[in-house]
């Protein structure tokens, strides 16, 4: 092998890592073993290195990233300025020509103009004692020579990503001694693809666990599906266990574009199992003659096409712990499974808490363990690393607060009360609703919500306003990062719950000031955040068995269902004592300035209850002439006569399609047991949205979504299709959300386009 800076894989082996790095040396001794790896070459480390030394940028460069990684906002200043230095400076002049010439031959070898893959190998990367697997970028399906350049640089670019100028300082890496090589690989266009660990990752055991789901393997790689998921004992080659999963997404090539698009699985494809016997058999092969080549268990990744198996990459395993280092067996399989109602993975010690009482057993990075959440919970929760359950489904409390402090959470578990104990230390798998006993393979104590944020990104412009859901205010900077149109649904019920005690009781004392003046400041963080965009305050919503545990809360009646019960405007219109404080609160903070306030009325069902709900609000000295006033579309009832509602007067209706779903269809969303029966895109669920929407549009009503449903970007997509104002997402989902509406907007203006042309 020369000295040139961009070579073929074929010409690089194990020994070239300070060459090609980790990655980029093992495709090319799996090349030279013969194993089925897709063709490519390497823009060497040298020529990374050559790069910023003849742009003169190295002293600015790393200047730049010596900062206080664990301050997120000074990270991510950190990263821009990095990125920002590498995308503006040249490539040499014979680099650039060089990987030209090499991407011209490539297309010759394939007999057509390529799709490759262009990856990043760190030379620090894959090495026997740490991984830097994920921490830089890929870019799939790239075709044409100019777009490779451009991904070869934006691969270079991601060296200095904000998690991987973090994850190299907690592993004491010196960032001026990582270089990156960039590998431009053919694409396999992937009917299905997946992972394989050639031995337990954990144990070293000789059983082969692969991984896999349709279409490209990002998806598993990333977590963004829950795989299918199979054992084999590599002695016997005995298929052992065949998991398989419920797999929604799939990553795969527009073939219009070209592209790397998210679609839906195939229905007829959801539950079916990914690989035949067969296929799993020759993937331990292979893992066998992997793990061979190298001498030690290997994590393998792998794509499937026409029944043709590829070794997309190789990298050794990391975490196999030696036998004296074995303090605790570490399980196989899961020792929960639930819903995975918040994503992220964390490792940290049980604590459970079966009331308020025991919330101090809770510190920071333990897991909190309990049957349920309430609000009453929120301190430790904030302090927890992850969150598991008893009992629960998506839209729970524990949900609901997980997703928005950033806390991986796994609810709907049924027994992790029964089965897990003060100190036993577990890994949560907040993603794929599973929770193993011991530290699992990759897994690491949580990072702080600060660090768990996106890394914001220039958001594009849509006709469908797309807002943020906000339960407490302690989420409020989360919230405005997301840079959303304004708040779709401010849940108040949430603020008090979170207080030291019961309404009732503040009065009782004859401290409603203090309950106002409460309500006012927790209010007033985030219509402050976020003026002058719209923030729409939910009126108190909240069941009585959640009211029942605060102090002074022992009177709240005993109900058999309380969903169905007191709570909702059907509560302050009976209990106006406490409705006429929170009038008071509106009143104040109106007084204050913020106009940019509307009031959301829920659980209404008849139109006399919104007619009331005014009357009252009226009477007791708020203007609601200057204010907007809405209501939550959540009782099937509201959505069938939203004609009568309309003509009672009203600005905006707001979707509650956790409670609309629910209701049409009978199945109690926080039932684990029915769970499975539970989908906002029910038929029926979808017919009573469209009516609302269309009789809202009819009358010039806003119209909008705040439930679960409107953090799913498929359902974005319809609700768009539709017509509706705008849409409010969980702040994880608000990106997803955006993108998704943009998209669909734009094939709405094509689609009318063609359809005038036509």
Not at 601 to 622: T, W
Request: charged share 30%; glycine share 8%.
């Amino acid at each position: 092998m020369g000295n040139d800076s961009v070579i073929w894989l074929e010409e690089v082996g194990k020994e070239d890592i300070a060459i090609v790095g980790g990655k980029g040396a093992s495709l090319g001794e799996m090349i030279r073993a013969e194993l089925p790896v897709p063709g490519g070459f390497a823009v060497t480390a040298q020529a990374f290195r050559r790069f910023i030394d003849e742009n003169g940028v190295s002293d600015e460069l790393f200047k730049s990233l010596e900062v206080d990684v664990d301050d997120a906002e000074i990270l991510r200043q950190a990263e821009k300025n990095a990125k920002k230095i590498i995308l503006e400076a040249e490539i040499p002049a014979d680099i650039e020509k060089s990987i030209r010439s090499k991407y011209k031959e490539l297309c010759k070898r394939e007999g057509k103009e390529a799709f490759v893959a262009v990856r990043s190998s760190a030379t620090a990367e894959d090495l026997p004692d740490a991984s830097f697997a994920g921490q830089q970028d890929t870019f799939l399906n790239i075709r044409g020579e100019e777009n490779v350049i451009e991904a070869v640089k934006k691969c270079w670019a991601s060296l200095y990503g904000a998690r991987a100028i973090y994850y190299r300082v907690k592993q004491g890496f010196d960032h001026n001694k990582v270089n990156l090589c960039a590998v431009v690989q053919t694409m396999v266009d992937a009917e299905k693809a997946g992972v394989m660990f050639s031995s337990h990752p954990s144990t070293g055991e000789p059983v082969t666990i692969i991984e896999g789901a349709w279409g490209l393997g990002e998806t598993v790689v990333s977590g963004a599906v829950s795989p299918d998921y199979y054992t084999v004992d590599k002695q016997s080659k005995k298929i052992l266990e065949r998991k398989v999963a419920t797999k929604n997404v799939m990553h795969t090539k527009d073939p219009k574009t070209g592209k790397t698009i998210d679609i839906p699985v195939p229905d007829g494809k959801k539950n079916a199992k990914v690989l035949d016997d067969d296929e799993i058999l020759k993937l331990v092969e292979f893992g066998e003659v992997v793990e061979d080549l190298y001498g030690s268990p290997q994590d393998v990744e792998w794509a499937i096409r026409n029944k043709e198996i590829y070794i997309l990459q190789s990298r050794p395993i990391t975490t196999i712990k030696k036998k004296k280092e074995v303090k605790e067996k570490i399980a196989t399989s899961a020792l929960l499974e639930g819903l995975g109602a918040s994503p992220g993975i964390a490792y940290g010690e049980a604590k459970l808490v079966s009331d308020v009482t025991e919330l101090g057993k809770v510190k920071k990075g333990d897991i909190l363990v309990a049957v349920m959440t309430t609000p009453d919970m929120v301190p430790a929760m904030k302090r927890a690393a992850a969150i598991v359950t008893d009992e629960g489904g998506l839209t729970c409390h524990a949900a609901i607060v997980s997703r928005e402090l950033g806390c991986p959470a796994v609810v709907g578990t049924r027994k992790a009360t029964e089965l897990l104990a003060d100190g036993t230390m577990i890994t949560v798998d907040g993603e794929k609703g599973l929770v193993f006993e011991g530290k699992k393979d990759s897994a690491v104590p949580a990072a702080p919500p600060q660090m768990q944020l996106s890394f914001a990104k220039s958001k594009p412009v849509t006709a469908t306003e797309i807002k943020v859901n906000v339960s407490i205010p302690e989420a409020t900077q989360r919230a405005v990062e997301t840079q959303a149109d304004g708040v779709g649904l401010l849940r108040i019920e949430h603020m008090i719950l979170g207080l030291p005690k019961h309404p009732k009781q503040y009065i009782k004392e004859g401290k409603a000031d203090e309950y106002v003046n409460e309500l006012v400041s927790r209010i007033q963080t985030v219509v402050d955040a976020f003026y002058p965009k719209p923030v729409w305050v939910r009126t108190l919503d909240a069941p009585t068995d959640e009211f029942r545990a605060m102090e002074g809360g022992e009177g709240e009646p005993i109900e058999p269902n309380p969903m169905l019960g007191y709570r909702g405007i059907r509560r302050d219109l009976i209990d106006t004592e406490h409705f006429e404080l929170e009038v008071r609160a509106f009143k104040e903070l109106i007084k204050r300035g913020y106009n940019n306030m509307g009031i959301m009325i829920p659980l209404v069902q008849h139109p006399s209850e919104l007619r009331c709900a005014k009357e009252f609000m009226r009477s007791n000295g708020l203007d609601i002439d200057k204010i907007d006033i809405g209501i939550m579309v959540e009782i099937p009832a509201a959505a069938l006569i939203i004609d009568q509602f309309i003509a009672e007067g009203l600005d905006f209706v707001s979707f509650g399609t956790n409670d609309l779903t629910q209701y049409t269809l009978a199945v109690d969303r926080n039932n684990e047991h029915v769970a499975h029966l539970y989908s906002e895109m029910h038929p029926a669920v979808l017919k009573l949205i469209e009516h609302v929407i269309t009789e809202c549009n009819k009358a010039g009503v806003k119209t909008s979504i705040c439930g679960q449903a409107g953090s799913y970007p498929k359902v974005a997509k319809r609700l768009v299709e539709l017509g509706i104002s705008s849409i409010s997402a969980n702040i994880d989902a608000v990106e997803a959300v955006r993108d998704m509406v943009a998209r669909t907007e734009m094939q709405l203006v094509l689609k009318a386009a063609r359809e005038r042309k036509g």
